[in-house]
């Protein structure tokens, strides 16, 4: 399956611009070498090292804009030696290799100051798409349920990219049941495949989504009848986006149960228009919604098929729909 990656230049073209510097750092040396095989041809891999000590002083002196860390290591494992680095005020951003894809694991890696997270067994389909998201000053997370955790009850602007699987449906339940449970009001605006194998995925979780208390926290829209509220033509009105988003602030504040009142929102009203042909608008609701909500205490969720983007003439897209989130997992 190839790897959900868009790169505003494709590698084959004439680009004079240096080629981000990265740092790799494994203790197993077959994966160094396999993984600077894999990055060789869009970025300069300036460096190898096989511990968290050694890294540390080839950090010092090769000054990578990036270094791909792993976790297990001797030594110094590498979230001791991220902290080092940030300890000693480094640049250099970090995006995590491990095995384990513990919810504890996840979130040390974000906390000790790295800015992405790819599992071994997802090298291929996810390390130069993470790479690219953190160099540009995004978040790479690897699930939405590590998402969650990561944002820690905050607000913000996220995106998936997925395929449809099952992998994604069962992702976004796992992303309401989690909102559900901390208390958030919630909102899932989405298309018909979507509301129903989330639903029927929340009623096997346990959730009464008929008439319950839980049910008046959990809003279900049609992604078409929303986009039919807001677009004008091939264009969005702004007036009508700030109206519903007026209408999702309403409803947080009446149903919203938990510590810290919240607004949990998946959409893929963007993605719809994006399957259109119409990407234009895609990329104008999203900055309509960053800049509607960026104040308010509403994590929104947009997801994306990855037909959306499915060669290289939608990668100027790919790259403003991206701009306008802080974060980025894969299904």
């Not at 002196?61 to 300890?87: E, N, S, T, Y």
């Not at 609701?285 to 929104?300: A, D």
């Amino acid at each position: 399956m190839p790897a959900l990656r868009y790169r505003p230049q494709p590698s084959n073209t004439t680009n004079t611009k240096a080629k981000p510097r990265v740092l790799v750092v494994d203790d197993h040396p077959e994966m160094l070498v396999s993984v600077s095989k894999m990055l060789a041809t869009d970025f300069d891999v300036v460096g190898v090292a096989t511990d968290g000590q050694a890294a540390l002083e080839s950090a010092r002196q090769a000054d990578p804009d990036l270094i791909v860390m792993d976790v297990a290591m001797p030594r110094l494992d590498g979230f001791q030696a991220v902290r080092a680095l940030r300890k000693a005020a480094s640049q250099a951003k970090v995006v995590f290799l491990s095995m384990h894809e513990s919810d504890d694991y996840v979130l040390e890696a974000f906390e000790c100051g790295g800015q992405g997270f790819v599992l071994k067994t997802r090298i291929q389909a996810d390390l130069a798409s993470a790479i690219d998201q953190v160099l540009a000053g995004r978040l790479f997370v690897p699930s939405l349920k590590s998402l969650f955790h990561v944002a820690d009850g905050g607000s913000g602007h996220a995106m998936q990219l997925h395929r449809h699987s099952d992998a994604f449906f069962d992702g976004v339940c796992e992303f309401f049941h989690l909102a559900l449970q901390r208390g958030d009001a919630t909102c899932l605006i989405g298309t018909e495949p979507v509301r129903a194998a989330v639903g029927a995925r929340l009623r096997e979780r346990g959730w009464d989504l008929d008439g319950s208390a839980a049910a008046e926290r959990h809003l279900v829209v049609d992604a078409a009848e929303a986009l039919d509220r807001f677009m004008r033509g091939d264009s969005p009105d702004p007036e009508r986006l700030a109206e519903i988003a007026d209408e999702l602030e309403h409803y947080r504040l009446t149903k919203a149960e938990g510590p810290v009142s919240r607004l949990t929102v998946f959409g893929e009203m963007a993605g719809v228009l994006s399957l259109r042909g119409n990407s234009a608008a895609s990329v104008e609701v999203e900055r309509n919604w960053t800049r509607l909500t960026h104040h308010l205490p509403h994590f929104t969720l947009c997801a994306y098929s990855s037909d959306c983007f499915d060669n290289e003439i939608h990668a100027d897209v790919f790259s403003s729909v991206c701009a306008e989130h802080w974060a980025v997992s894969h299904a």
